[in-house]
């Protein structure tokens, strides 16, 4: 079953503003990541955040996690149009071996 | 050097018709996954093999069959293909530190 649900499902923005994805999951997890999918392309991972993590910083992203509530948000900086993709998180739940995906969010950074 | 590669990267075929995908990766993981993305982008994990053997088998028809001859290998065969199995077609693999490597997608469809 789906794991990770991400809110909003589309979001546009211009060049240079700030875009923030949410991340909803049901169960405990060890760890939540981020992954990037350009059009056409596989899924690239882009940041990782363990279950006693809170926040955590890569570049331009900035991903926080609240456990309590079983969610997590991804923060893309100064947003250029090269970060047009569609994100989505995933979780692995008790099982390494088993990681989840949502739907994803598709941003559309406009130049 | 491409770390997970699958083939064939297109393919169309009739309703009916029996087709392999096949994956390999150079990466050196124990765990590789096959993902079903449909058109609404929704990544769904099929199966999950660590090390040659079956962990996760989600609900597929079984008219889908893994075949880990290796584990840097893992095909997937389809059977009686019928037209809801088109789809993008991911095979991925899983590092050390939980992150997932996925290859290119393989678009699938059935007439």
Redesign the interface.
Same mark, same amino acid.
């Given at each position: 079953s789906q794991q990770g649900e991400e809110d909003p499902q589309a979001l546009s923005i211009q060049e240079g503003e700030n875009a923030t994805m949410n991340c909803s999951y049901k169960t405990s997890i060890n760890n939540l990541q981020w992954y990037r999918q350009n059009s056409g392309r596989g899924l690239v991972h882009l940041i990782l955040i363990r279950s006693n993590e809170r926040e955590k910083h890569s570049g331009r992203l900035r991903v926080t996690l609240d456990t309590s509530k079983k969610s997590s948000s991804l923060l893309i900086t100064a947003s250029r149009a090269a970060d047009t993709a569609s994100y989505f998180c995933a979780t692995d739940g008790d099982n390494n071996n088993d990681m989840r995906f949502g739907a994803g969010t598709r941003l559309t950074v406009k130049p | 050097d491409t770390a997970?590669s699958q083939t064939p990267k297109y393919l169309v075929t009739q309703m009916g018709n029996d087709k392999s995908i096949k994956c390999e990766q150079n990466l050196g993981h124990d $765990?590789m !996954?096959w !993902?079903k993305q449909d058109s609404?982008?929704?990544?769904? +994990?099929m199966f999950?093999y660590?090390n040659k053997e079956l962990? +996760?088998n989600e609900t597929v028809p079984n008219r889908f069959s893994p075949k880990s001859p290796d584990k840097a290998h893992l095909n997937l065969h389809i059977n009686s293909l019928e037209l809801g199995d088109s789809a993008v077609y =991911?095979c991925?693999s899983?590092g050390a530190?939980? $992150? +997932? !490597? =996925?290859?290119?997608?393989s678009w699938l469809t059935v007439v």
């Amino acid at each position: 079953s789906q794991q990770g649900e991400e809110d909003p499902q589309a979001l546009s923005i211009q060049e240079g503003e700030n875009a923030t994805m949410n991340c909803s999951y049901k169960t405990s997890i060890n760890n939540l990541q981020w992954y990037r999918q350009n059009s056409g392309r596989g899924l690239v991972h882009l940041i990782l955040i363990r279950s006693n993590e809170r926040e955590k910083h890569s570049g331009r992203l900035r991903v926080t996690l609240d456990t309590s509530k079983k969610s997590s948000s991804l923060l893309i900086t100064a947003s250029r149009a090269a970060d047009t993709a569609s994100y989505f998180c995933a979780t692995d739940g008790d099982n390494n071996n088993d990681m989840r995906f949502g739907a994803g969010t598709r941003l559309t950074v406009k130049p | 050097d491409t770390a997970v590669s699958q083939t064939p990267k297109y393919l169309v075929t009739q309703m009916g018709n029996d087709k392999s995908i096949k994956c390999e990766q150079n990466l050196g993981h124990d $765990t590789m !996954y096959w !993902y079903k993305q449909d058109s609404k982008k929704f990544l769904k +994990i099929m199966f999950s093999y660590n090390n040659k053997e079956l962990i +996760i088998n989600e609900t597929v028809p079984n008219r889908f069959s893994p075949k880990s001859p290796d584990k840097a290998h893992l095909n997937l065969h389809i059977n009686s293909l019928e037209l809801g199995d088109s789809a993008v077609y =991911f095979c991925a693999s899983g590092g050390a530190l939980d $992150t +997932i !490597y =996925f290859g290119e997608g393989s678009w699938l469809t059935v007439v």
